[in-house]
């Protein structure tokens, strides 16, 4: 598994898969240049009448509905219907979900009449969305990765997508799969958008391995735990990381790859 | 005085207040940086539909014109009347004052039939906004905060709220007080966004401390500079400035602030 | 020319020339940054009330497409007839043409109807672009600039523009007159939005000498290069190069400009 994730990185560096973003006003710059760091190519566009010729050369679809309006939710369905006609992976980012009815009515026809292969978020997020799933309901508490799995093990039964659970510990559940990632630094949380980060590197990822989005999604998480614990080894804020983060996104090498990465797979019933 | 703001820098950091902004494009991604990187938690949204309740959910609201249209004015009047009705502070940044008669006819509608808690501006702006609230005219020239304070008077007088003039010197004015802080660094004129950045930690301050929006803003003002200041002195150039900016908004220590800040506290009459 | 070209560059740290900018999302906050450094001052707004207005002020003004829709579309006609009734420059990006029909569309009208200035793109978007000012096709992959040189010249002659061939090397064409510029680093292509910055300091620089446009569009290429390349040389990636990038903007000197600078000026016949 190690193995197929460090090749995953490195295979990346080469393939430069286009990754079309649909994604919140504050990240865009941050996102895409993380997604050049690693290897991919952004595009990030709206108008309605060119999500499907986006959504055409791309190899994944990233759906961020940070700064959703009526506009742009409509520039993610034209977006993800293309990309389900082609049957390329869109990953959903559902951020904020739990803050308002609207969020989580776009939420539930996102995961209800859509079908998108992997979805990140964190444990708030993710036990938002799986209660958007069943009843509309809001969030109003910080959780930790372990209190979601439930949740997630949930969405993923109901929604067939990979679920990534995103924080201290990152856990990536499909089935009956499940795999823990304890990499990363706590000044992470103090940059702006590194959870969208995660979901444009999933994205990437699933781009160059349609197959296996969930090894896609494993790959992803273990490049961005283990370069922002890197980062955040020479930093001395939240500037310095962001810089820093995106240098080591670019450069890291298989040996400093394997001395840092803390992966646990387990396999678990289904709870639900 | 030094001490309640310190004070309040440090609160900043274990409080993590929430500030809903509704703000400009171009420094979304680093201001909302600045608010993590202070303590704070930043909201960015704009869909009518949940205005309410990213006001409800916030502390403090930031409304900055800077890349202002139809859809996004709307927003502000929804976010703005929400915080009103809660009595939550809301800040008002007027970005470009007098360089259009359409933005000087939103600002003099957001001062003339709502109550903002604070106005933060550069000179030129506030002298604009000054005469916006008696008639639209444009401004031509950039004006030293000296020049601004009787306009500073006269627009805390008809607005009632504190009113920050910030430049080389920042002034903070309200009714017979005012202070004055001569910290900073001419570099950090040369990033976008620091005057909106200003104006975001004020936010974060007044969601902290909203029984005193006046050391509210000061205590934000006095943190921006000293920050900024101890950044240009380890900085090459503005790219270094933004990061270094961050970082030690994030570190600075109380032994630090105090060698560094310049704060003069003066009692005026109202001269208008 | 190398010494007018330096000229340009020390003259536009005091001239401070406004740069009215609609542009991309991705990009808006590096581009303001750059062009802060280099000692611009940009605008970016895009309400149709005030696109007059900001073009009156402004000394130039760009054209990007980076993420257009129906509304920014009609706020860059309404400053493009602005600033070519006022006589003033302006300058395309075409980003991304060749990825849509509808980008095409809207390329074919700007260049149709309208007069730029200055065009810049890399190679295929260049390629597309000439296609689209004969018929609308896309382009499906990456090229040189070597080969957009015909693309280049034959668009010079049909809309009068100067062109800007941006990449490995960077050429200027106009008429008979041709220059190459061999400046820059491969790794300046890992961050988003480098060649939007060139067209922000394209436009800068044709703020201060609109009498020669050809010059002032290689006065902001070699900046770039030169900046771009001495960044990397001290960079650990892309995020490195970004901040040390915006540093050399400000603090470039004439003698590391000179040492730097490799710039061929060729006579061409058009070969249309």
């Known amino acids: 598994m190690k193995q197929r994730i460090w090749n995953a990185i490195a295979g990346l560096r080469g393939a430069s898969p ?153 856990t990536v559940v499909h089935q009956a799969k499940r795999i823990s990632l304890r990499n990363g630094h706590p000044l992470m949380s103090r940059i702006t958008g590194m959870g969208c980060t995660a979901t444009a590197l999933i994205a990437a990822f699933c781009a160059l391995n349609p197959e296996n989005l969930f090894e896609a999604t494993t790959a992803a998480m273990a490049l961005m735990g283990v370069s922002g614990e890197m980062a955040a080894a020479v930093s001395s804020g939240p500037g310095s990381l962001q810089m820093h983060f995106l240098d080591i996104l670019s450069t890291l090498t298989e040996e400093e790859f394997n001395a840092r990465l803390t992966l646990e797979e387990t396999y678990a019933t289904i709870q639900t």
Do not use: F
Not at 95 to 120: D, M, Q, T, W
Not at 132 to 146: I, M, P, R
């Open 18 to 170: 286009l990754v079309h973003s649909i994604t919140n006003y504050v990240v865009m710059n941050n996102t895409a240049n993380a997604l050049l760091a690693a290897g991919a190519s952004p595009i990030m566009a709206h108008a309605h009448q060119e999500m499907k010729d986006m959504v055409n050369i791309a190899g994944a679809v990233v759906i961020n509905i940070g700064t959703l309006d009526e506009y742009w939710v409509e520039s993610m369905r034209l977006a993800i219907r293309q990309a389900e006609a082609l049957k390329k992976p869109w990953i959903l980012d559902p951020v904020g979900a739990g803050a308002s009815p609207y969020r989580n009515a776009v939420l539930k026809e996102l995961i209800g009449i859509y079908h998108p292969s992997v979805i990140r978020g964190n444990a708030s997020e993710i036990m938002a969305l799986a209660q958007v799933s069943v009843q509309t309901k809001g969030v109003d508490s910080v959780h930790q990765t372990e209190e979601a799995i439930g949740a997630a093990m949930h969405l993923n039964a109901t929604t067939g997508a990979v679920i990534c659970v995103s924080g201290a510990t990152d």
